[in-house]
């Protein structure tokens, strides 16, 4: 049976992929959804001790992911949204995966396209040099920007109050700093054309992850697909619409 590695981005809990994980597991699938190191298993334990988180990096991130797949009987396909989607990317070229699937991923080294937005989105960490090294939780009114942008009031605060967690704030550094860094964290060869395949999403009204720096990596492959869905902001994987990509995820696998 072929495994699924669903992992999740900053600020969002793991169990958000519960849904997926059902549908996956209804079409054949085996499933795992482990949080990040630090993560605690359930939203309340992970607020109520969220200095678990500090101090957490790309690295140490993709190096628990990487763990985890060495124990698997074979190479599982991976499903990350935003960090995840870094992530995923990162298993994908060491090999450590079949074929990857990044939803609003976050920039790996060599994107030079920064929309305000986005910078707006990570103002909350990267305007304290300090949360570096600390976890920062969000805001529901900084959610509704960055995440919730394209819902009602009413679903943006409800998927708040259901899913976010803390998070560290290292990750968004190395992320903005990575192209002035020789060794960045988050970079990925993606000249590298010995491996599975690779699909791409992007959303069209995305705040935090804007389909401009999804298209940027695209272009950054030499074999790699892109599936942009225009009316859609950087909750998609979880959000009242989930399920239309996670269907064509699915057919885009079997294909």
């Given amino acids: 049976m072929t495994s699924v590695v ?39 334990a992970t607020r109520a001790a969220p200095d678990a988180l500090n101090g957490i990096g790309v690295d140490e991130i993709t190096g628990f992911y990487a763990d985890l797949i060495a124990a698997l009987p074979e190479r599982p396909i ?37 929309p305000f937005s986005q910078l707006r989105s990570s103002f909350p960490v990267l305007s304290n040099p300090g949360n570096k090294a600390r976890t920062v939780s969000l805001t529901p009114k900084q959610f509704g920007y960055a995440f919730g942008n394209t819902l009602s009031p009413a679903e943006s605060t409800a998927l708040f109050d259901r899913w976010t967690i803390p998070g560290p704030g290292l990750p968004l550094f190395q992320a903005a700093t990575a192209n002035f860094t020789r060794d960045a964290p988050t970079a990925v060869d993606t000249t590298h054309t010995d ?41 998609a994987p979880f959000d009242h619409g989930w399920r239309e990509i996670a269907d064509d995820t699915l057919i885009w696998l079997n294909r």
């Fill in 6 to 44: 669903f992992i999740h981005g900053l600020w969002i809990h793991s169990s958000s992929w519960q849904p997926w994980q059902d549908l996956f597991t209804a079409n054949g699938y085996q499933t795992h959804a482990p949080g990040w190191p630090g993560d605690a298993s359930t939203v309340a």
């Fill in 78 to 114: 991976v499903i990350g949204h935003s960090f995840g989607g870094l992530i995923a990317q990162k298993l994908l070229a060491a090999g450590l995966a079949e074929a990857a699937v990044a939803i609003s991923p976050a920039p790996v080294k060599g994107i030079r396209a920064l």
């Fill in 195 to 235: 491996r599975g395949p690779l699909l791409l999403i992007a959303a069209g009204q995305d705040h935090t992850v804007p389909a401009s720096v999804v298209t940027a990596a695209h272009r950054l492959y030499r074999n790699a697909e892109l599936r942009t869905y225009a009316d859609r902001g950087h909750s």
